[in-house]
């Protein structure tokens, strides 16, 4: 136990991140790489076309794991903010700034092609339905973490309230969840669970499952990439940052 | 192989222009999230090295400054570095 306590303390030191961070980037990011090829490969390729919407459902393979790393990447986004609050570690924060700009993106992701699979399926590129609105809002709080940001020259308290944002914005995630139970809506319910078995056959959830976990491979490894720029930047008076720069 | 030809493939049934436009921006957003950063990376270090440069270059002149009798002021340095 006490050796995990070290491990975690290096850890959470920004230039012991930068070291191993940079150890595990190249595995992970071909690891994210590999996933998510062979995961779009079969899904646009090899996987049975739906019964009722056509080859329009091959949009599932991308929308569905956006949908999914939306929520989490807040999540975890969130996370990082309480440890920062709780226990003022520098590098949740640098984690708090450096998830905003992927989640927001992800996020605009989840709900643009949700938009071009809406046309074909619904009729309607979007509607005003508790699904789509609270994923909508999870894109604001994103977007709300950033301008806050950029908005305080106090590095510290702008940490601080950031990470208070981020936290409240987590009541945002329940309703995105239970929305498509709570509503009427057109959105389907959840095409994952972790006690049900999925309801679409196997040449279709093993795709998008791969899927799923190449987005979530790729999220760590944008954020690893985004966090040790901002660590550099933090950090570049320091002794180890000139001297790294003198040895590239 | 749910195709019979590339053309087949490139079509979708109808919804090809809808497919591969969502293709398309999940790959854009993925890559701008993976080259941006290592962008700004290699930015920060060249600023870096630039001012390292910069420094060594005003410590060469402040040896030579001082054979003339003139004392280098570091404050002014400093002064000028921070952004």
Redesign the interface.
């Known amino acids: 136990m006490i050796h995990v306590w070290k491990w975690l303390h290096r850890l959470g030191s920004p230039r012991s991140f930068f070291d191993l961070s940079g150890r595990w980037l190249p595995w992970l990011g071909f690891l994210a790489g590999a996933l ?1 090829i062979v995961g ?1 490969v079969w899904g ?6 739906d019964y009722q919407q ?3 459902a ?2 599932m393979y ?2 569905v794991p ?1 949908s999914i790393l939306a929520q989490s990447s807040y999540m975890m986004m969130a996370s990082a903010a309480l440890v920062f609050l709780v226990w003022r570690i520098k590098l949740a924060d640098i984690a708090v700034q450096c998830a905003a700009p ?1 989640g927001a ?2 996020t ?2 989840a709900l ?2 949700g938009a ?2 809406g ?2 399926t619904w009729g309607t590129w979007w509607v005003w339905d508790a699904r789509l609105t609270s994923t909508l809002v999870l894109l604001f709080l994103f977007l709300g973490v950033i301008a806050l940001r950029s908005a305080m020259d106090n590095r510290d308290a702008a940490g601080r309230a950031t990470a208070v944002l981020a936290l409240v914005g987590v009541v945002n995630l329940p309703i995105i969840k239970y929305s498509v139970d709570w509503w009427f809506t057109l959105h389907q319910p959840s095409s994952f669970s972790l006690t049900e078995k999925p309801a679409m056959p196997a040449e279709m959830w093993l795709p998008l499952l791969i899927m799923v976990l190449g987005f979530y491979t ?1 999220f760590f ?2 954020w690893m ?2 966090m ?2 901002e660590i ?2 933090r950090e ?1 008076r320091t002794q180890w ?2 001297d ?3 040895d ?1 | ?3 019979n030809s590339f053309a087949e ?1 490139l079509q ?5 222009v ?2 591969w ?3 398309g ?2 790959l854009v ?2 890559l ?3 080259l ?3 962008q ?2 290699s930015a ?2 060249r ?3 630039q001012a ?1 440069v910069q420094e060594n270059a005003r410590e060469g002149n402040c040896e030579i400054n001082q054979t003339h009798g003139q004392a280098h002021d570091p404050l002014a340095s400093q002064g000028q570095e921070t952004p």
């Not at chain 1, 646009?44 to 076309?49: H, I, K, M, N």
Request: with cysteine.
């Open positions: 998510l779009a646009l390729l090899f996987a049975p076309q056509g080859n329009s091959r949009i991308v929308h956006a992927i993106s992800i605009l992701l643009v092609t071009i699979w046309k074909p790729f490894v944008a990439l985004r040790r720029a550099l930047q570049s940052v000139s790294l720069v003198r590239s | 192989m749910s195709f493939f979708m049934g109808e919804h090809g809808f497919v436009s969502c293709y921006i999940t957003v993925l701008v999230n993976i941006r950063p290592l700004l990376k920060i270090l600023a870096r090295r390292l």
